[in-house]
């Protein structure tokens, strides 16, 4: 850990989005707020609330929500940039969005070291954050110069055509799973569009965000383009109200995302969801047993199991069921736990200590319902003494379960795999969709015929055949049923932050009824 407490002070000696922590406790002191083109305090000291660090439970800085007059402040900032924005060519707009990815390039491994200490992943999976937050604005930035209308000739001469145009202010509402990454994703075709953003992190992940807001305005974004404000329901509230915000794009909990949706609904505004998620992972007899147990750790595992698009109810056919439940249980105990700094750690903290009591009271209900534990599902108290209060358990396997048990039904969002039998394509079908949520879902089969047939059947917005939680930014992903509405990544997201006019040109005289 004194190593990477090193790497750590170093790189924020170089980083001008992290000059506020002070050296020996880390402690984050500088303004996590931006907009107009710097860090901005909140007028706010009453309802202040400790961040933590996942991986040693200690204070990581305090946050003090943003109020009326400080969301006033960033939609204005972001109501100004968009003027020249919006006037701006793709190309223009490309050649900028192109630089922030070369900064994010230059900068990933700091980026990485600070979504490791805010949210407890691991480094390698942080680091493949940041490049995914890379790719999507490389994406995107290639997109820019693409928007463009359609012509259509009528009878007589006349025509008509379509211009593809921004929306204006867009909110975007970020989760803690992801933080830098979904900043990106939400920014970047928003951008690229020739909108601007006011982003609000989640409370419990609020340091990298304004880090992205510095990487924008050093590429040379105009001031304001991407504002950042912190705080939780109140001041998404007043975002989702605000009479100058013409978008929200929210990703978090399906509760939440009702009530987004709602407030959204008093201005008649577009939204983009991205909610929870109870997804199906389909494995065959025939399925490469060895790639089959790989996808189902991958399906469960990542991010400490905090991924809304995990494949959680873990579906074997049923003679294959013993020889998978050993393989999954001999790799899931060798996850190595600790320290999300160091290169051999596989998984961290869980993001905070109330999150990791929800998820063990789950285990505790899925025992009393009559599940089995294979392995895991207890508390971790890694051996380095600094890490003794982080917030670490051991990845679990549960077997004998049902599909009327809480674990197989409700979100869990934590590194818990339960695991179902089956013996026929047309019952798993069955009871794969039995679900409110549709976001994802997985099949593993040797079968091509069958692996496309099972994916045309599956209600789910984005799916994998022989592998899993695979997210390339050019690919759209979103969900169906009560899993959202709306899209992340890909080309069809610029429909989600652009709107068509239609012009009608008349080359003739008018052919009055009157």
Same mark, same amino acid.
């Given at each position: 850990?004194?190593?990477?407490?090193?790497?750590?002070?170093?790189?924020?000696?170089?980083?001008?989005?992290?000059?506020?922590?002070?050296?020996?406790?880390?402690?984050?002191?500088?303004?996590?707020?931006?907009?107009?083109?710097?860090?901005?305090?909140?007028?706010?000291?009453?309802?202040?609330?400790?961040?933590?660090?996942?991986?040693?439970?200690?204070?990581?800085?305090?946050?003090?929500?943003?109020?009326?007059?400080?969301?006033?402040?960033?939609?204005?900032?972001?109501?100004?940039?968009?003027?020249?924005?919006?006037?701006?060519?793709?190309?223009?707009? @490309?050649?900028?969005?192109?630089?922030?990815?070369?900064?994010?390039?230059?900068?990933?491994?700091?980026?990485?070291?600070?979504?490791?200490?805010?949210?407890?992943?691991?480094?390698?999976?942080?680091?493949?954050?940041?490049?995914?937050?890379?790719?999507?604005?490389?994406?995107?930035?290639?997109? @820019?110069?693409?928007?463009?209308?359609?012509?259509?000739?009528?009878?007589?001469?006349?025509?008509?055509?379509?211009?593809?145009?921004?929306?204006?202010?867009?909110?975007?509402?970020?989760?803690?799973?992801?933080?830098?990454?979904?900043?990106?994703?939400?920014?970047?075709?928003?951008?690229?569009?020739?909108?601007?953003?006011?982003?609000?992190?989640?409370?419990?992940?609020?340091?990298?965000?304004?880090?992205?807001?510095?990487?924008?305005?050093?590429?040379?974004?105009?001031?304001?383009?991407?504002?950042?404000?912190?705080?939780?329901?109140?001041?998404?509230?007043?975002?989702?109200?605000?009479?100058?915000?013409?978008?929200?794009?929210?990703?978090?909990?399906?509760?939440?995302?009702?009530?987004?949706?709602?407030?959204?609904?008093?201005?008649?505004?577009?939204?983009?969801?991205?909610?929870?998620?109870?997804?199906?992972?389909?494995?065959?007899?025939?399925?490469?047993?060895?790639?089959?147990?790989?996808?189902?750790?991958?399906?469960?595992?990542?991010?400490?199991?905090?991924?809304?698009?995990?494949?959680?109810?873990?579906?074997?056919?049923?003679?294959?069921?013993?020889?998978?439940?050993?393989?999954?249980?001999?790799?899931?105990?060798?996850?190595?736990?600790?320290?999300?700094?160091?290169?051999?750690?596989?998984?961290?903290?869980?993001?905070?200590?109330?999150?990791?009591?929800?998820?063990?009271?789950?285990?505790?209900?899925?025992?009393?319902?009559?599940?089995?534990?294979?392995?895991?599902?207890?508390?971790?108290?890694?051996?380095?003494?600094?890490?003794?209060?982080?917030?670490?358990?051991?990845?679990?396997?549960?077997?004998?379960?049902?599909?009327?048990?809480?674990?197989?039904?409700?979100?869990?969002?934590?590194?818990?795999?339960?695991?179902?039998?089956?013996?026929?394509?047309?019952?798993?079908?069955?009871?794969?969709?039995?679900?409110?949520?549709?976001?994802?879902?997985?099949?593993?089969?040797?079968?091509?015929?069958?692996?496309?047939?099972?994916?045309?059947?599956?209600?789910?917005?984005?799916?994998?055949?022989?592998?899993?939680?695979?997210?390339?930014?050019?690919?759209?992903?979103?969900?169906?049923?009560?899993?959202?509405?709306?899209?992340?990544?890909?080309?069809?997201?610029?429909?989600?932050?652009?709107?068509?006019?239609?012009?009608?040109?008349?080359?003739?005289?008018?052919?009055?009824?009157?």
């Amino acid at each position: 850990m004194l190593q990477c407490v090193t790497m750590l002070q170093r790189a924020f000696m170089l980083s001008p989005a992290v000059r506020g922590i002070s050296s020996g406790s880390l402690e984050i002191t500088a303004p996590l707020n931006f907009w107009g083109g710097k860090r901005r305090e909140s007028r706010e000291r009453n309802n202040v609330e400790n961040v933590y660090e996942p991986s040693t439970g200690r204070v990581l800085c305090k946050l003090a929500p943003c109020g009326a007059a400080e969301v006033d402040q960033a939609v204005a900032a972001a109501k100004s940039a968009f003027v020249p924005w919006s006037q701006m060519s793709g190309m223009e707009r @490309a050649r900028v969005m192109r630089e922030a990815a070369h900064i994010i390039e230059k900068r990933r491994e700091e980026i990485a070291e600070m979504e490791v200490v805010n949210n407890g992943k691991s480094i390698t999976e942080a680091r493949l954050d940041v490049d995914s937050a890379r790719l999507c604005i490389e994406y995107y930035a290639g997109l @820019a110069s693409t928007l463009a209308g359609q012509h259509v000739q009528l009878p007589g001469g006349s025509f008509a055509y379509t211009r593809r145009e921004p929306l204006g202010v867009c909110v975007g509402i970020g989760a803690w799973n992801y933080p830098f990454q979904i900043a990106a994703w939400k920014s970047a075709p928003a951008l690229a569009c020739g909108n601007s953003m006011v982003f609000k992190p989640s409370p419990v992940t609020p340091v990298t965000a304004v880090m992205l807001a510095e990487i924008y305005e050093e590429a040379g974004f105009p001031q304001g383009l991407f504002n950042v404000v912190q705080g939780g329901q109140e001041t998404g509230s007043l975002l989702c109200h605000h009479p100058d915000v013409a978008k929200v794009s929210f990703t978090g909990s399906v509760p939440t995302g009702k009530k987004i949706m709602e407030m959204a609904s008093k201005g008649v505004k577009p939204v983009t969801l991205e909610l929870g998620g109870k997804s199906p992972l389909i494995i065959f007899e025939d399925s490469d047993l060895k790639n089959a147990v790989r996808g189902a750790l991958m399906a469960n595992f990542l991010s400490q199991g905090q991924v809304c698009s995990n494949g959680t109810r873990v579906f074997v056919q049923k003679d294959i069921l013993q020889e998978f439940v050993n393989e999954v249980v001999k790799k899931t105990k060798a996850i190595e736990i600790g320290d999300p700094l160091l290169e051999s750690t596989r998984m961290g903290g869980l993001v905070n200590r109330t999150h990791l009591e929800k998820v063990l009271a789950f285990l505790d209900q899925a025992k009393k319902e009559g599940a089995t534990v294979l392995c895991g599902g207890e508390p971790f108290i890694p051996s380095d003494p600094k890490l003794r209060h982080g917030y670490y358990m051991t990845p679990c396997v549960l077997a004998d379960c049902r599909d009327d048990m809480t674990c197989v039904r409700e979100e869990i969002f934590g590194p818990v795999m339960s695991v179902l039998s089956f013996e026929t394509e047309d019952e798993v079908l069955q009871r794969a969709n039995d679900t409110t949520m549709g976001l994802a879902a997985g099949v593993f089969t040797r079968d091509v015929k069958r692996a496309h047939r099972v994916i045309e059947h599956l209600k789910a917005g984005s799916c994998f055949i022989n592998n899993y939680n695979i997210t390339p930014v050019e690919v759209p992903f979103g969900g169906f049923k009560m899993s959202g509405i709306g899209r992340e990544n890909g080309q069809v997201t610029i429909e989600h932050y652009s709107q068509l006019k239609t012009v009608y040109v008349e080359m003739g005289d008018v052919d009055s009824l009157f």
